[in-house]
């Protein structure tokens, strides 16, 4: 074709802004991709703020140890939260986002993990764990402290059941061990420094270590991963790079007294008691008897991983619920349902003798018994 034909086959092509062919294209008919998230928001840290109310730090009277705690919720028990070695206060953060519209939710930054600190932060016997959960509890309740249901994940299981069986804390109404089983446990602790050794040791970016938590299976839920494994790390400046905050490895003298007698201690909880399981974990012989004569109740979630609170939030928090109104925990202790307007009550109290309440002109669906039964039995 000559040049003027060229010529005069472009001057017939109308032309947009410009000066560009307005000619459709083959390759610009289909419909506009969605954009394309880049790894680095996939995994990007999230804000805590969204899932908790509060975070407030806890001096202990007496001592340089400062706790950090978050909290949510302004009603109903106080769900406490125990979290297991390595993790933090924030794993709870999408099980607290939920628990909230019904109780207050408490979760606690152990020694050694999270904001909290310490004088020794290696010291993670299981005494020391106790104590430090005890004093964060009478720090922040002092003498009249609301009715409390201990939650506690694996090593946190451990520490939860230590601090109910202590007996020190009359408040405590319920008590809630999440996949810590003492015979598989202990069983585990030989190959603990292996798996610990295997891990990843240094990140570049915090989202890099939450991309690993997530893909190396240790958490299911992308979601609580952005939020609870950035509270796991801290700046290492001599290598320039991110790194777990809490060394477990370091700790491996005190391994065998979390979970050695875990069985026992737990059934000799007075509180109710429920065992959440992420598989058929195997009970031992003590726990098996507990089970059958209804010492306690078990839940086992299929669809989860070890981190149960974390991977199914929804049905963690659920179990939680449903474990309170079953053991009709209220704010203040049990509650005790009553008809609509009572003229007067008889209270029998063990040995003691009848005593008479009159309760005039009230209409009470349902009254907690902590804060009078004991006045009236004394």
């Known amino acids: 074709m000559e040049p003027s034909s060229l010529s ?51 001096a202990i009277p007496g001592t340089n140890n400062v706790f950090h705690v978050y909290k949510a919720g302004s009603e109903g028990p106080v769900v406490f939260c125990l979290h297991g070695g390595g993790y933090s206060g924030l794993s709870f953060a999408l099980s607290a986002s939920k628990i909230k519209e019904k109780a207050r939710v408490v979760a606690m930054d152990l020694r050694g993990h999270g904001k909290s600190i310490a004088d020794n932060e290696l010291d993670l016997s299981i005494e020391t764990l106790r104590d430090d959960v005890l004093a964060v509890l009478k720090t922040m309740y002092g003498d009249s402290s609301p009715a409390i249901v201990l939650v506690g994940h694996s090593m946190g299981g451990s520490v939860a059941v230590h601090v109910a069986a202590e007996k020190a804390l009359k408040s405590i109404y319920g008590l809630i061990v999440v996949d810590v089983v003492e015979g598989t446990a202990v069983a585990s602790l030989v190959h603990m420094q292996r798996i610990l050794a295997s891990r990843m040791q240094y990140f570049h970016t915090i989202e890099k ?79 098996t008897i507990g089970q059958m004569q209804g010492k306690f109740q078990t839940v086992v979630v299929r ?76």
């Open 303 to 378: 669809s989860s991983g070890h981190a149960i609170q974390e991977d199914v939030p929804e049905e963690f928090a659920s179990i939680v619920l449903s474990f309170i109104s079953r053991n009709r925990i209220g704010p203040r202790g049990v509650e005790i349902c009553l008809p609509g307007t009572v003229e007067e009550w008889l209270i029998g109290w063990g040995s003691k003798r009848i005593h008479r309440v009159m309760v005039r002109d009230i209409s009470l669906p349902c009254v907690s018994t902590l804060p009078w039964l004991h006045q009236i039995a004394s």
């Open 209 to 287: 270590a939450v991309e690993w938590s997530v893909k190396g299976g240790s958490l299911r839920n992308p979601e609580s991963a952005r939020l609870s494994v950035p509270s796991t790390l801290k700046y290492d400046d001599s290598k320039k790079c991110y790194t777990h905050r809490t060394p477990l490895e370091e700790t491996e003298k005190y391994w065998k007294g979390w979970y050695e007698g875990l069985s026992e201690k737990f059934l000799s909880c007075p509180a109710p008691k429920l065992l959440l399981l992420a598989g058929t974990d195997r009970l031992d012989r003590s726990l």
């Open 8 to 58: 005069s086959v472009a001057e017939g092509i109308p032309e947009g802004e410009g000066g560009q062919s307005s000619v459709p294209s083959a390759f610009s008919a289909g419909p506009p991709r969605p954009a394309v998230q880049s790894p680095l928001k996939k995994y990007s840290p999230l804000d805590w703020l969204d899932y908790f109310d509060e975070e407030v730090d806890v």
